[in-house]
């Protein structure tokens, strides 16, 4: 039961990531006074790019062609590890949350590699900045984590979310800072504005962009699939761990009816915001991005020192 | 006890310390070769002096026999060497100018007490007052060593060389009625080598820098020119 | 005690037949025959001892304990080995037209007399004929020094006679007053005699014993070369032939040494305090510090040795002088593995020098490429004095900074500091000589290099298991020395 | 029994090193064996066959060569063998050689902890020796003699092996220093270039310093154990009072840090490891750094014993420190083994950082969680010793095939070299931890371990561990960011230089085979850690009688270091779902042949077709790094720009210098030389040559001394 409830809700995550992006696409086109697409361009997207014959470089060697599946597989692990809308599910306990950072860097490094192996300027730029952002990102993220889990005394997310669960509401300072450098975080790394733009082919901007340069096809269509489940993951991150209530802690219908329910509302509400934020700021110069993870890493580290100076009693 | 009490011949061995002490001083002060040659032979034959004296007044034998060593050796002998060298390199008119000859006299001096100060020790608890020669002999010791630092001519460092030996064969007469016989022996067959040595090497440093004056050996140093 | 007349007899007869004969075609293998005597002479004197204790000669003239024994092996051994070095080494030079006929008689002549010197200095009894006998190796090796009549080794040759003779004069005032010491109490005949001291050295006037064992250190530590008496060593182990530096290296110091240490021994028996090993340590630590700074600038390569030579003397005399059974201990093997290692390492310097043509350090270059045997008998053989195991003189130095830390745990920051120089000092100038291309039109020479190979090989036995007997003797001399035994 | 098997490994190490002589004995052998032969006429023909021919003039030094490696090999994998059993027995052998000083014999004792490293350093051997006879084909005998670099390898080994037998301070300093001044010789070994000699003389200096440290941090330890003496046995017992025993720690600190490489006193350990030929730069910077981990366990854990909080404090603050200014070093190297080089700094510091938190929780009374750390540490070490062996492997093959070390002017060897490349990219994962391999399984312990904090009690600790650990995360990521260089700007994209345009894949399988089993090791650690964890735990058992809760090292599929309910990670797991997801999206999107890849060229911004010059060039990977993290180098950039024309408007030529320098280096080290050269200026102000300033010395010391005793 649980075992297939993994696998369910994975497969919930892999098909609702497009959805969510359609759903940001919908809202920026809204906010900016443009006709929207529809919510299932990006299905579309995806399906057209998997009916394309790909085409790849001369010089492109077996790595470069690997690599998609590999991003992939790997944003389907992460998937399969975050509770979506139940907890303690057996997939969550194979990978805690170090892991999932494991798993972002393992599609990332194929990333970077796939970006340098055709030789072309773009590629080695992107790549470059690519791994330099997601270095300072990672322990601003750390830092994030480890007042969560400090907190909540485990690094297995089911537990950590059972957990603020029941604590029930509790005004946690440390939680508010932990949030907001999170929030920050996710944007860096799914490539979002201020940090990246997503939309933009412009040469000395595009960071991610300019990595998958030269994939098309399917190839591409999995590499766009998994970016987008990234975001659904960052997105599922924060509203799960710091606003869990109404995810089913026992596998009843209308418990996972409810979660499901709850959780599209929190990632309805996470999206709008986000559409909102890449509508009012402008992408920031890359070495403006130093300042505003180092921020995110204050942040994190203010909610730590506020845990253990203010929340635990010794 | 006072020197009163004292038989005739041990003041005049300590009459003789005094004197060899003056030599001392005057070879310290002495600008030209030829002189300090001179008296360091003059200090030889005081020593001598006193080593009959002692051998007689403690009648011991072989205090004899050093004594006709020191005769052949200081007195006759090494000055007679040195001379000749002197003469061959004509170095008996020029005088060589010495620094601050009036400090390095007071240091003399001064030496004279430091060492009487030293050996304060030694010549406190003993009856015999010859002991206090000690002092003398080692302030000789001592002065020798001052004129070889103060003369710049190879020469006058062999005099000093001498003269130290002088100091401390006196040391040994006047504290131990001199030393064994077989070191008595070895040590005049060590001067005896020495003094042929020191003749064999005014020749070649002279060959190989054409003057006897040491400042000009100082080829062999560690400092950055 | 015959063969300790013997050992002496030999050399003697070696002076006079090579005044007459030293230049013959095969005199070096003569004169390497008559240190082969010599040493199985030391060696059947050194198996009387070990089966019967200390020997006092009838005349008492000569004493011979487990102090000296060893020290008489070793002198007879490093002799020998040195001579089949120079064997080679003054053909060679003769080759080259630097000496005559008459130089090459005056320095296997000389060298026998260096030899006996030595012996007598250690097998004598009377401290009066130690100092006689002291004196008569400077007067020995003057010669030697300045035998290729270069304005240098004249220089070296006269500052090594005035410092060394003036320097020896103050411990004969040293050896006077001990001997005055000694007739207050005792007749006068035997009382020079050290047998005799040291039995009733309680008796001494400790206040007298201590200016003499001033005299005696400043007198005898000119010869050890201790800073900063230190200063003709260079020069004189510079502008010597280098077998000449080798002996001088491995036996006149180690003696000097042996010297003082005696004395110690009988200030320590009269004045209960601890004076006497306080200035040795002052000594052998300002030497010790000064030397490795020295080793930094040297350009000269037998300079830069003579220098850790001082070095070393000055470990030793910091190491007796800190005087518990284990210093003592270390300070003793200290001696052995020194002079075995410093000769060795003088004898590929000569032919390192050879090779070149030239003493120059920066112009001696690649010699592992030019002479492989050459080059790695330096490398090697710098390794084992700047004291990397597993060669014997990393074992004492590791003795002897355990004692320090034992002791005076202050003072190990010092012998860190100066260990750690001396090996850079060493290293940045031995490095590029042994390294590298080989330079334009420099050739290998003739070369016999057994001697670097048995002594290192000894060197290395040491290091890795000091031999059963040789610990013997050591225990001995470190209970005659400093009382008890080390564990 | 085992023991033996220890003592034929370090025996058989010995012995390839003297086999290793007789490179120019050919005639002599050769004499010898027709001698045999004339003795025994009745030799089997094939033996008699056999060696004629491997003694001719051709084959004689590669059939020589071959066996010495084997010899090593067979040793290394008694090693491992020995290891292996010790630690799976649980006991510790002990036993003495009777050679040595007359009243200390050479003891010997052999334990889980030696064991562990035994097993780690014969894992290298075996790897390194299969490389070995490949690499070392083609080196000409004049120049480079094997003879040296058989003989030196050999005893090397062996040193570091006798390193970790000793069981009294006088036979691990004389084994401590044969591994010390063997390595020396072997940095030495291509000494025709000036840069080599420099580094060996930094690194022979250095050694120095550390071993006198070490030594004197024993001395400490002996002074207080009963009888002053220097078994391991009495330094146990010996009861230290806090101050000195902190001075011992701080002393042996000092001493293997100082091997180990950590920053600021790295500076020998990029120098001297690249100029080493490779496959010794592999075991140098894969094993004996180890070694020096190995001896600070020893003497902290084991002969210090109780701890105290501020040592691991210090631990890990430098180890923090060294991890994160060693990654950032080794950003801007473009020589691939200085790189490697300045990486194991980075993983040294990791390891600290594991070993200051166990110390920090065992002095705190958490040993459960003191265990957690140590094994981390020791799982590192085991670790790194696999990668960073297979990644200086692997660049001696590039070596061998394109003659360069500098990554600017390599390029697109994945496609010359197919083997290599994937090896190479096995290594590159591991050390940059990426999942499922063992780097991430021990980085992931560390941080287990890290995430405990919140049951100490002192808050400043509770606060500085989160710190160092986010360092430790920085270090990681930029190893990423790093090791995506590396191989993105060797393997990938277009070669940069002739060589590498025509470089061939290694030839043979004997150097294959060394990586491979390295990279095979990587990845099977990486799956089931269970195992490792399980000896591992028996080491910390026997060093601190401690060992895992249960269910941590119950399954060989789940890893729970404290309880499943605080933190899990199933690696079988990850890979079966890698390999699910990656291939069932693999054959679903590629069933249908339409779809068959159509190559094209890439498209090059419309100028006429990509050359290499266009592609991003290591350096300019790393620039945003270097711009962000400024402070840690000196950095000497230049740019002069060459204008003519009209109002020089046209710019014809463009020069960039960029000089990137370590600054530990340049505040600490030269300093030091020019103190010392002043000192011995002025001390050399004393020997003016002139005799009678000499003669006035004397006087005055007579004079002070007589001044002195009256």
């Given at each position: 039961?649980?075992?297939?409830?993994?696998?369910?809700?994975?497969?919930?995550?892999?098909?609702?990531?497009?959805?969510?992006?359609?759903?940001?696409?919908?809202?920026?086109?809204?906010?900016?006074?443009?006709?929207?697409?529809?919510?299932?361009?990006?299905?579309?997207?995806?399906?057209?790019?998997?009916?394309?014959?790909?085409?790849?470089?001369?010089?492109?060697?077996?790595?470069?062609?690997?690599?998609?599946?590999?991003?992939?597989?790997?944003?389907?692990?992460?998937?399969?590890?975050?509770?979506?809308?139940?907890?303690?599910?057996?997939?969550?306990?194979?990978?805690?949350?170090?892991?999932?950072?494991?798993?972002?860097?393992?599609?990332?490094?194929?990333?970077?590699?796939?970006?340098?192996?055709?030789?072309?300027?773009?590629?080695?730029?992107?790549?470059?900045?690519?791994?330099?952002?997601?270095?300072?990102?990672?322990?601003?993220?750390?830092?994030?984590?480890?007042?969560?889990?400090?907190?909540?005394?485990?690094?297995?997310?089911?537990?950590?979310?059972?957990?603020?669960?029941?604590?029930g509401i509790v005004l946690r300072p440390s939680f508010v800072f932990a949030l907001f450098a999170l929030i920050l975080i996710a944007i860096a790394e799914t490539g979002r504005i201020p940090v990246d733009n997503p939309a933009t082919h412009l040469e000395l901007t595009m960071i991610h962009e300019a990595m998958i340069l030269e994939y098309s096809g399917r190839h591409l269509a999995l590499i766009e699939w998994a970016s987008e489940v990234k975001l659904m993951l960052y997105g599922v991150l924060i509203a799960n761990i710091f606003f869990p209530w109404g995810i089913a802690q026992q596998f009843t219908w209308s418990a996972l009816g409810d979660a499901l329910l709850s959780i599209v509302a929190k990632l309805m509400l996470l999206a709008l915001f986000l559409a909102l934020s890449e509508t009012l700021f402008a992408k920031m110069r890359l070495f403006r991005v130093q300042e505003y993870l180092s921020f995110a890493y204050l942040l994190g580290l203010l909610g730590l020192l506020s845990h253990i100076i203010l929340e635990v009693s010794r | 006890m006072e020197i009163l009490q004292l038989d005739f011949y041990t003041q005049a061995v300590l009459s003789l310390a005094a004197l060899i002490g003056l030599t001392s001083f005057l070879m310290l002060g002495q600008g030209r070769l030829l002189r300090l040659v001179f008296v360091f032979a003059l200090q030889g034959l005081l020593l001598t002096l006193a080593t009959g004296l002692a051998?007689?007044?403690?009648?011991?034998?072989?205090?004899?026999?050093?004594?006709?060593?020191?005769?052949?050796?200081?007195?006759?002998?090494?000055?007679?060497?040195?001379?000749?060298?002197?003469?061959?390199?004509?170095?008996?008119?020029?005088?060589?100018?010495?620094?601050?000859?009036?400090?390095?006299?007071?240091?003399?001096?001064?030496?004279?007490?430091?060492?009487?100060?030293?050996?304060?020790?030694?010549?406190?608890?003993?009856?015999?007052?010859?002991?206090?020669?000690?002092?003398?002999?080692?302030?000789?010791?001592?002065?020798?060593?001052?004129?070889?630092?103060?003369?710049?001519?190879?020469?006058?460092?062999?005099?000093?060389?001498m003269s130290i030996e002088n100091g401390l064969f006196f040391a040994a007469i006047v504290s131990t009625r001199g030393m064994p016989m077989v070191v008595e022996l070895g040590i005049a067959f060590d001067v005896l080598v020495a003094a042929v040595l020191f003749g064999i090497f005014f020749m070649h440093i002279s060959k190989s820098i054409d003057t006897l004056d040491v400042d000009m050996l100082n080829r062999l140093n560690e400092v950055d020119r | 005690?015959?063969?300790?007349?013997?050992?002496?007899?030999?050399?003697?007869?070696?002076?006079?037949?090579?005044?007459?004969?030293?230049?013959?075609?095969?005199?070096?293998?003569?004169?390497?025959?008559?240190?082969?005597?010599?040493?199985?002479?030391?060696?059947?004197?050194?198996?009387?001892?070990?089966?019967?204790?200390?020997?006092?000669?009838?005349?008492?003239?000569?004493?011979?304990?487990?102090?000296?024994?060893?020290?008489?092996?070793?002198?007879?051994?490093?002799?020998?080995?040195?001579?089949?070095?120079?064997?080679?080494?003054?053909?060679?030079?003769?080759?080259?037209?630097?000496?005559?006929?008459?130089?090459?008689?005056?320095?296997?002549?000389?060298?026998?007399?260096?030899?006996?010197?030595?012996?007598?200095?250690?097998?004598?009894?009377?401290?009066?004929?130690?100092?006689?006998?002291?004196?008569?190796?400077?007067?020995?090796?003057?010669?030697?020094?300045?035998?290729?009549?270069?304005?240098?080794?004249?220089?070296?040759?006269?500052?090594?006679?005035?410092?060394?003779?003036?320097?020896?004069?103050?411990?004969?005032?040293?050896?006077?007053?001990?001997?005055?010491?000694?007739?207050?109490?005792g007749d006068a005949e035997t009382a020079l005699l050290w047998s005799v001291l040291f039995e009733n050295a309680a008796q001494l006037d400790p206040e007298i014993l201590e200016i003499a064992f001033v005299f005696m250190l400043v007198g005898y530590g000119t010869k050890i070369g201790l800073v900063p008496l230190h200063n003709w060593l260079p020069d004189a182990h510079s502008e010597g032939p280098t077998p000449m530096s080798a002996v001088l290296s491995g036996l006149l110091l180690n003696d000097a040494l042996y010297a003082v240490v005696r004395n110690k021994m009988l200030v320590d028996g009269a004045t209960q305090s601890h004076i006497a090993g306080y200035l040795m340590m002052g000594f052998g630590l300002l030497s010790f510090l000064v030397a490795a700074l020295f080793l930094h600038r040297q350009k000269d390569i037998k300079r830069l040795f003579s220098y850790s030579s001082i070095e070393h003397m000055g470990l030793m005399t910091f190491a007796?002088?800190?005087?518990?059974?284990?210093?003592?201990?270390?300070?003793?093997?200290?001696?052995?593995?020194?002079?075995?290692?410093?000769?060795?390492?003088?004898?590929?310097?000569?032919?390192?020098?050879?090779?070149?043509?030239?003493?120059?350090?920066?112009?001696?270059?690649?010699?592992?490429?030019?002479?492989?045997?050459?080059?790695?008998?330096?490398?090697?053989?710098?390794?084992?004095?700047?004291?990397?195991?597993?060669?014997?003189?990393?074992?004492?130095?590791?003795?002897?900074?355990?004692?320090?830390?034992?002791?005076?745990?202050?003072?190990?920051?010092?012998?860190?500091?100066?260990?750690?120089l001396a090996c850079a000092g060493l290293f940045r100038n031995v490095q590029p000589m042994v390294y590298g291309a080989r330079p334009e039109g420099q050739q290998p020479v003739q070369a016999n290099l057994w001697p670097v190979m048995i002594h290192l090989a000894l060197v290395l036995w040491m290091g890795l298991a000091v031999p059963g007997f040789l610990a013997n003797w050591f225990t001995q001399a470190t209970v005659l020395i400093s009382g008890s035994a080390p564990l | 029994m085992i023991l033996a098997l220890a003592y034929s490994a370090v025996m058989l190490s010995f012995l390839s090193g003297l086999l290793a002589l007789s490179m120019r004995q050919r005639k002599m052998l050769s004499r010898l064996w027709q001698y045999i032969l004339g003795k025994y006429p009745n030799v089997p023909q094939a033996w008699r066959q056999n060696l004629n021919d491997s003694l001719t003039e051709q084959l004689y030094p590669m059939r020589l060569q071959q066996l010495v490696f084997l010899l090593l090999g067979i040793s290394g994998l008694l090693a491992l063998l020995a290891g292996l059993s010790v630690l799976l027995a649980q006991n510790s052998i002990t036993d003495q050689i009777n050679i040595g000083l007359p009243w200390l014999h050479w003891h010997v004792r052999f334990d889980g902890l030696s064991g562990l490293f035994f097993a780690i350093i014969g894992i290298a051997v075996i790897a390194v020796s299969l490389y070995g006879p490949g690499y070392v084909k083609n080196n000409d005998e004049q120049q480079h003699p094997f003879a040296v670099l058989g003989l030196f390898s050999g005893l090397f080994v062996a040193g570091m092996l006798l390193v970790l037998l000793a069981d009294d301070a006088f036979f691990f300093m004389i084994a401590w220093e044969l591994m010390s001044v063997t390595s020396y010789f072997l940095v030495a070994f291509q000494h025709e270039h000036s840069a080599n000699r420099r580094a060996a003389f930094l690194y022979l200096i250095m050694a120095e310093v550390g071993a006198i440290a070490i030594i004197l941090g024993f001395g400490v330890l002996a002074g207080y154990s009963e009888d002053f003496s220097f078994t391991f046995t009495a330094m146990r017992a010996a009861q230290l009072s806090p101050t000195w025993a902190t001075i011992a720690f701080l002393l042996a600190l000092l001493g293997f840090g100082m091997k180990a490489g950590l920053v600021p006193i790295h500076v020998w350990l990029p120098e001297a490891h690249p100029v080493a030929p490779s496959h010794i730069s592999a075991l140098m910077s894969g094993v004996m750094l180890k070694v020096a981990v190995y001896g600070l366990i020893r003497f902290t854990y084991d002969l210090l014993g109780d701890v105290q909080w501020q040592w691991g404090l210090v631990v890990l603050v430098v180890g923090a420190v060294s991890s994160v200014l060693g990654v950032l070093y080794a950003l801007m190297q473009h020589n691939l083994k200085r790189l490697l080089a300045y990486h194991s700094v980075e993983n040294i510091g990791i390891i600290f950082i594991g070993l200051g938190l166990s110390l920090i929780f065992i002095s705190n009374g958490h040993e459960h969680i003191g265990v957690v750390a140590l094994i981390a540490a020791l799982f590192h070490t085991l670790n790194h010793a696999l990668f960073k062996s297979l990644l200086f492997l692997g660049a001696g093959s590039i070596l061998q095939q394109t003659h360069e070390t500098d990554i600017e002017h390599m390029g697109g060897l994945i496609r010359n070299m197919p083997k290599t490349s994937v090896l190479f990219l096995i290594g590159c994962m591991a050390i940059s931890a990426l999942p499922p391999l063992n780097g991430f399984v021990s980085e992931w312990l560390t941080f287990q371990a890290a995430l405990q904090a919140d049951v100490l009690e002192s808050g400043v600790l509770r606060s500085l561990i989160p710190v160092s650990a986010a360092a430790l995360t920085l270090a990681a990521a930029l190893a990423a960011a790093c090791f995506v260089k590396v191989y993105g700007t060797i393997f990938l994209g277009l070669p940069r230089s002739r060589h590498c345009a025509k470089a061939q894949e290694v030839e043979g399988k004997g150097m294959p085979a060394g990586m491979g089993l390295l990279a095979g090791l990587c990845f099977i650690l990486g799956i089931f850690p269970g195992f490792v964890i399980h000896l591992l735990n028996n080491v910390s058992g026997q060093l601190l009688g401690k060992t895992l809760s249960n269910d941590a090292v119950a399954g060989w599929i789940w890893l729970a270091p404290v309880s499943m309910h605080q933190a899990s990670y199933a690696a079988p797991f990850v890979l079966?779902?890698?390999?699910?997801?990656?291939?069932?999206?693999?054959?679903?999107?590629?069933?249908?042949?339409?779809?068959?890849?159509?190559?094209?060229?890439?498209?090059?911004?419309?100028?006429?077709?990509?050359?290499?010059?266009?592609?991003?060039?290591?350096?300019?990977?790393?620039?945003?790094?270097?711009?962000?993290?400024?402070?840690?180098?000196?950095?000497?950039?230049?740019?002069?720009?060459?204008?003519?024309?009209?109002?020089?408007?046209?710019?014809?030529?463009?020069?960039?210098?960029?000089?990137?320098?370590?600054?530990?280096?340049?505040?600490?080290?030269?300093?030091?030389?020019?103190?010392?050269?002043?000192?011995?200026?002025?001390?050399?102000?004393?020997?003016?040559?002139?005799?009678?300033?000499?003669?006035?010395?004397?006087?005055?010391t007579l004079i002070f001394l007589l001044w002195v005793i009256s």
């Open positions: 039961m649980n075992w297939l409830m993994a696998i369910v809700q994975t497969g919930l995550f892999v098909i609702l990531a497009p959805l969510l992006t359609g759903w940001i696409k919908w809202c920026k086109c809204r906010l900016q006074n443009r006709r929207a697409p529809s919510l299932l361009q990006p299905y579309r997207d995806l399906w057209k790019l998997t009916h394309k014959q790909p085409v790849v470089a001369e010089q492109a060697s077996w790595l470069f062609i690997i690599t998609p599946y590999v991003i992939f597989s790997a944003m389907i692990l992460a998937a399969s590890t975050v509770p979506l809308i139940a907890v303690d599910l057996p997939t969550s306990a194979s990978a805690d949350v170090i892991v999932l950072v494991g798993f972002f860097a393992l599609a990332r490094f194929f990333q970077a590699l796939a970006g340098l192996d055709i030789g072309t300027a773009f590629g080695g730029m992107g790549s470059s900045r690519e791994m330099t952002i997601s270095s300072l990102a990672e322990p601003a993220m750390l830092m994030a984590v480890f007042t969560l889990t400090m907190a909540a005394s485990t690094t297995n997310l089911s537990f950590a979310i059972g957990f603020v669960l029941d604590q | 051998a007689y007044t403690l009648d011991n034998q072989h205090l004899y026999i050093s004594a006709a060593l020191t005769l052949a050796l200081k007195v006759i002998f090494i000055p007679w060497l040195l001379r000749r060298h002197v003469l061959r390199m004509n170095m008996h008119r020029d005088v060589e100018a010495l620094h601050n000859k009036t400090a390095v006299m007071l240091g003399g001096a001064s030496l004279m007490i430091f060492s009487y100060y030293v050996l304060l020790p030694v010549i406190s608890n003993t009856t015999t007052m010859m002991v206090n020669a000690l002092a003398v002999s080692l302030s000789v010791v001592l002065l020798g060593m001052l004129l070889m630092i103060s003369h710049r001519q190879a020469i006058a460092h062999v005099v000093g060389f | 005690m015959i063969p300790a007349y013997l050992l002496l007899f030999v050399p003697f007869v070696g002076i006079i037949y090579f005044a007459l004969a030293g230049h013959q075609p095969q005199v070096g293998r003569i004169n390497t025959w008559f240190n082969a005597v010599a040493l199985v002479m030391s060696l059947w004197l050194a198996i009387n001892v070990l089966n019967s204790g200390a020997i006092l000669s009838g005349s008492q003239y000569f004493i011979v304990d487990s102090f000296n024994v060893y020290l008489i092996v070793l002198t007879a051994f490093v002799g020998l080995t040195t001579s089949i070095f120079s064997a080679s080494y003054m053909a060679h030079e003769k080759d080259l037209g630097k000496l005559t006929d008459k130089r090459l008689r005056l320095y296997y002549s000389m060298y026998q007399g260096f030899m006996l010197t030595m012996y007598l200095v250690l097998t004598t009894n009377n401290m009066g004929i130690m100092w006689v006998a002291m004196e008569g190796a400077t007067l020995a090796t003057v010669m030697l020094v300045s035998l290729y009549r270069t304005p240098e080794s004249i220089e070296a040759a006269w500052k090594y006679f005035i410092l060394c003779g003036v320097g020896i004069a103050q411990a004969l005032f040293g050896t006077i007053l001990l001997y005055y010491a000694a007739i207050q109490s007796f002088g800190i005087g518990t059974p284990f210093a003592t201990f270390a300070a003793l093997l200290h001696m052995t593995v020194h002079s075995l290692t410093k000769s060795a390492i003088f004898v590929t310097v000569g032919h390192a020098a050879q090779i070149a043509g030239t003493q120059s350090i920066d112009r001696i270059r690649g010699l592992i490429n030019t002479q492989p045997k050459v080059g790695w008998g330096l490398l090697i053989g710098t390794l084992a004095i700047a004291g990397f195991p597993p060669f014997g003189v990393f074992v004492s130095e590791f003795l002897v900074l355990l004692a320090t830390m034992h002791s005076y745990p202050w003072l190990t920051p010092l012998l860190l500091l100066g260990i750690g | 079966l779902a890698i390999v699910l997801a990656g291939g069932v999206s693999f054959w679903y999107l590629r069933r249908d042949p339409a779809m068959a890849l159509r190559h094209a060229e890439p498209w090059d911004c419309g100028f006429g077709g990509l050359t290499p010059r266009m592609q991003y060039t290591s350096t300019a990977f790393s620039m945003p790094i270097r711009r962000i993290f400024a402070k840690v180098w000196h950095i000497e950039e230049k740019i002069d720009i060459e204008k003519q024309g009209a109002m020089d408007q046209q710019v014809t030529d463009i020069h960039y210098q960029l000089h990137v320098d370590d600054v530990s280096w340049l505040r600490i080290y030269p300093p030091i030389e020019r103190t010392v050269n002043r000192t011995a200026r002025v001390v050399g102000r004393i020997q003016t040559g002139n005799i009678r300033v000499y003669l006035a010395d004397s006087f005055a």
